[in-house]
């Protein structure tokens, strides 16, 4: 009787070699059955349902540990920096270019301004990586460097606000009108506030005398360029507004240097464009203009004093700026001068004065003809006769600057006369103070304004 082998599966349906489990009656797997179900994978493992909750759970609770941590540390060193500080009075801080946080948090703790440099530091790097992030400039809070005055007891919140809105301290520098550029170059020397070198001598006539505002550390050279500017954007100004029927002014520059003979020549506010007018008028005769200032820049140049009068000499030697000599114009401005003057020059008064001479009251007596001027210099040497010191003495009452000179016609003078009555333009030169007007020192002549030429006799500090 054949054997059947072992892994003969058992036809379908029959039961007869099926065995059954004794206790359950169910049917029990074949041997190779038994194998296939023991490989089989098993089933997935259900998800958890509350996993992904739990895990967003979780960073919530840090999150909020977080910017609640953050929140009292931000109102602990909020109340920390408003404290008032330990200041005992009103201090002012250079912080140089280049410092770094380091630098300015030892700088200020070692002045006195600042009690908790760790905190101060914290807030300050802090500041400067928002600045980084910073699309604008107006959105950057980084500290800068300048001249900072921080008043009494100023808070930590205080100094980092002034530090970083870069509100430095600003000093202002005067520049007072009539100075040359080499004299106003030597006062910017001169000033500690500004740094570097000054640079060469700028042209005679381009900086703008003014008040100007900076802060310390401006280089030199800076404020020079600055004046140039304010100086070119006003005679454009000027020039544009002229009286458009002023023959005697070909040129901007024409109108600098006759400007700063008027700036020269007075300092009085309500006679300045009439002083300008009597220039004008002398140009337009082809009168010369005899202006002693001329004489003197034309002598020493910028340096613009002489400390002594002129002697005869001195007024007969010709150089290109001395108006007793040449006709018209000198070749440039001699000094540098102010709005008011370039405004006068620019719109004279319309008059027909020739000639002016101090009156004795700070002002001028101004005079159409020869004649009437005569008797003005006439009444001006007796004032100076009843003044201590006779005629070697008489201040005006102009407060600053003085005032104009006396056009005297006067003969030809003989070569023995060596020494003249120091002119105004001296008087200018010698300090800026109030001066002293004198009577003319030649003898009075008699010559028409139509003839040649009429000589000026200079007036004196």
């Known amino acids: 009787m054949a054997l059947k082998p072992d892994n003969e599966k058992t036809p379908q349906g029959d039961e007869t070699n099926v065995k059954r489990g004794w206790f359950t009656g169910r049917r029990r797997p074949a041997v190779?059955?038994?194998?296939?179900?023991?490989?089989?994978?098993?089933?997935?493992?259900?998800?958890?349902?509350?996993?992904?909750?739990?895990?967003f759970s979780g960073l919530m609770t840090i999150a909020l540990i977080v910017v609640v941590a953050a929140a009292g540390g931000y109102a602990v060193a909020n109340k920390e920096l408003g404290i008032p500080g330990p200041l005992t009075a009103d201090k002012s801080v250079m912080i140089e270019r280049g410092s770094t946080t380091e630098d300015i948090v030892d700088q200020l703790e070692r002045e006195g301004v600042i009690a908790r440099p760790g905190l101060f530091w914290a807030v300050l790097r802090w500041q400067d990586l928002m600045s980084k992030m910073a699309k604008d400039e107006a959105s950057?809070?980084?500290?800068?460097?300048?001249?900072?005055?921080?008043?009494?007891?100023?808070?930590?919140?205080?100094?980092?606000?002034?530090?970083?809105?870069?509100?430095?301290?600003?000093?202002?520098?005067?520049?007072?009108?009539?100075?040359?550029?080499?004299?106003?170059?030597?006062r910017l020397k001169e000033?500690?506030?500004?740094?570097?070198?000054?640079?060469?001598?700028?042209?005679?006539g381009t900086l703008l005398p003014d008040t100007y505002k900076v802060n310390r550390g401006t280089p030199r050279v800076a404020l020079i360029a600055r004046m140039?500017?304010?100086?070119?954007?006003?005679?454009?100004?000027?020039?544009?507004?002229?009286?458009?029927?002023?023959?005697?002014?070909?040129?901007?520059?024409?109108?600098?240097?006759?400007?700063?003979?008027?700036?020269?020549?007075?300092?009085?506010?309500?006679?300045?464009?009439?002083?300008?007018?009597?220039?004008?008028?002398?140009?337009?005769?082809?009168?010369?203009?005899?202006?002693?200032?001329?004489?003197?820049?034309?002598?020493?140049?910028?340096?613009?004093?002489?400390?002594?009068?002129?002697?005869?000499?001195?007024?007969?030697?010709?150089?290109p700026y001395n108006t007793y000599v040449v006709n018209g114009l000198p070749p440039g401005p001699i000094a540098n001068p102010g709005r008011a003057a370039l405004e006068a020059t620019a719109n004279p008064s319309r008059t027909k004065d020739l000639f002016f001479v101090a009156d004795g009251t700070g002002g001028h007596a101004f005079a159409e003809t020869l004649e009437q001027h005569n008797r003005n210099v006439a009444r001006w040497r007796q004032i100076e006769a009843t003044r201590p010191g006779g005629a070697t003495s008489g201040t005006t009452d102009t407060p600053a600057q003085p005032g104009a000179p006396a056009f005297a016609p006067v003969p030809a003078q003989p070569r023995g006369a060596n020494e003249v009555v120091p002119g105004q333009g001296n008087a200018l030169v010698q300090g800026f103070s109030a001066?002293?007007?004198?009577?003319?020192?030649?003898?009075?002549?008699?010559?028409?304004?139509?003839?040649?030429?009429?000589?000026?006799?200079?007036a004196a500090p």
């Not at 009286?243 to 300092?267: F, H, M, N, Q």
């Open 435 to 458: 001066p002293a007007v004198r009577p003319p020192a030649l003898p009075r002549g008699t010559i028409a304004p139509e003839g040649p030429a009429p000589r000026a006799a200079p």
């Open 32 to 55: 190779g059955e038994a194998v296939a179900a023991e490989v089989a994978l098993p089933p997935p493992p259900k998800k958890r349902k509350g996993g992904l909750i739990g895990l």
């Open 191 to 204: 000033n500690e506030l500004l740094t570097g070198d000054a640079g060469e001598i700028p042209v005679e």
């Open 140 to 186: 950057r809070k980084n500290a800068k460097s300048g001249e900072y005055l921080f008043r009494r007891q100023a808070s930590m919140s205080e100094v980092i606000d002034i530090i970083t809105s870069g509100r430095s301290v600003e000093h202002t520098i005067t520049i007072p009108e009539g100075l040359t550029s080499e004299q106003i170059l030597d």
């Open 228 to 319: 140039q500017r304010e100086q070119k954007k006003l005679l454009n100004e000027v020039w544009n507004r002229r009286a458009k029927d002023l023959a005697t002014l070909k040129s901007p520059r024409d109108l600098v240097t006759l400007a700063s003979i008027v700036e020269k020549e007075t300092g009085r506010a309500d006679e300045r464009s009439r002083v300008a007018g009597v220039f004008h008028n002398r140009l337009e005769k082809k009168m010369r203009l005899q202006s002693d200032p001329t004489i003197i820049y034309g002598l020493v140049g910028g340096k613009a004093t002489l400390g002594r009068g002129l002697t005869r000499a001195e007024i007969d030697r010709p150089t």
